[in-house]
């Protein structure tokens, strides 16, 4: 047996522990001080568990992040590993979802995504040093804001990752698989002004703002194209105040997804230069892009099969996947920093009620992570 699914079968109780506490701390995105309790329980686990010199980045709009350090950096760069601590859960989910390890499934919020990848990662560093012996320069980023869109933590990611030779990005894999694609995001909030009218008594002199939304949804929905993986959907719908008055306004909210980045600025585009059908209808768009999708280049392409080299000579198969939704890893990658992606739990139900990972995957993952922090 690989010496390190060795180590971390012997540790496996106590990675289990590890879990607990960082799944029992909860952590919704918009809460600055559960966010920030946190950073400091992270700060002061990283050092003991793993050895690593931590540094609380205070951040004014989100929590703060934790940036762990390990090594001396004479000139080489290091790896980084890339994580965030947030989750999509809001305070209380504890209570009716919580933490819990049955059957060889542990269960709680935010607990794939991804507090498992972050065990997983410390655990990973312990072993590269004390069982491999390994030391090296590795920069650990736990960030607060992921799942809004990173909007504090970007300038800190870009920078770090712009100083790294390759950056491991801890989240969760795709049924095992590792990201080696991910697509590009982009969010916009479209408004229509109208005018309003009395719908009985002068209707010919309103211009109907709701109308003129449902043409521009009908439109953008039929930008989806299974061919070329673009998705646009619109997920939230406002507009008009009664139903005897034209209304005056709507409003919409829109996901557009892509795999490639010239069809990303194609559709950003598109929607940016939406018109309204009646001539005196005006459309207002905000927004843009807020994640580039991650392209399969040919760098990633052979991080990924050093990856499943690795994965074999420890005793498993990996595969490699596109996923639907961006990550931080594509900030990364579109910088052109080597980037490998969905490194960190196997399980299922992100985001979902039934969010699990699978404990027998545990230390497979984490030797992985070692070994390629050993290797690259
Ligand atoms: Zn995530």
């Known amino acids: 047996m690989d010496p390190l699914v060795k180590f971390f079968r012997e540790h496996q109780d106590r990675m289990l522990d590890d879990l607990r506490a960082f799944v029992e701390w909860e952590t919704p995105s918009t809460d600055k001080d559960l966010l920030d309790g946190f950073s400091r329980f992270l700060a002061d686990y990283a050092v003991p568990a793993a050895g690593g010199r931590a540094e609380i980045v205070p951040a004014a709009g989100s929590g703060d992040h934790v940036l762990v350090r390990w090594g001396e950096e004479d000139g080489t760069?290091?790896?980084?590993?890339l994580g965030h601590y947030d989750t999509v859960w809001p305070?209380?989910?504890?209570k009716v979802m919580p933490f819990g390890v049955e059957g060889g499934v542990a269960t709680g919020p935010g607990i794939f995504d991804m507090k498992c990848g972050l065990v997983q990662g410390f655990w990973a560093v312990r072993a590269l040093r004390e069982v491999l012996g390994v030391d090296r320069p590795l920069t650990f980023l736990c960030n607060s804001d992921e799942e809004i869109g990173s909007p504090d933590s970007r300038a800190l990611i870009e920078r770090e990752a712009l100083r790294a030779a390759t950056v491991l990005v801890l989240e969760p894999s795709l049924g095992g698989a590792l990201k080696t694609a991910r697509k590009g995001v982009g969010r916009y909030k479209i408004r229509v002004a109208g005018r309003p009218s009395h719908a009985g008594l002068d209707p010919e002199g309103g211009i109907s703002a709701v109308e003129e939304m449902a043409r521009l949804i009908?439109?953008?929905?039929?930008?989806?194209n299974a061919e070329t993986g673009t998705?646009?959907?619109?997920?939230v719908v406002s507009g008009g105040t009664r139903y005897n008055v034209i209304a005056a306004e709507a409003s919409a909210e829109v996901d557009v997804r892509t795999v490639a980045r010239p069809e990303a600025d194609r559709m950003d585009e598109?929607?940016?230069?939406?018109?309204?059908?009646?001539p005196k209808a005006k459309v207002e768009v905000e927004g843009g892009m807020i994640w580039p999708p991650m392209e399969?280049?040919?760098?990633?392409?052979e991080l990924f099969d050093h990856a499943r080299r690795l994965a074999a000579d420890i005793g498993f198969e990996l595969k490699e996947g596109l996923a639907g939704g961006a990550s931080d890893g594509c900030l990364c990658a579109d910088l052109g920093v080597p980037v490998l992606d969905g490194l960190g739990a196997v399980g299922g139900g992100a985001h979902a009620t039934d969010e699990h990972v699978e404990v027998a995957s545990i230390p497979l993952r984490a030797a992985l992570v070692a070994r390629l922090m050993e290797t690259l």
């Open 218 to 224: 009908l439109e953008l929905q039929g930008y989806t």
């Open 296 to 301: 399969r280049t040919e760098k990633i392409a």
């Open 91 to 94: 305070a209380g989910t504890l």
């Open 270 to 278: 598109v929607i940016s230069d939406l018109q309204a059908h009646h």
């Open 231 to 235: 998705t646009v959907n619109v997920g």
């Open 77 to 81: 760069p290091p790896l980084m590993l």
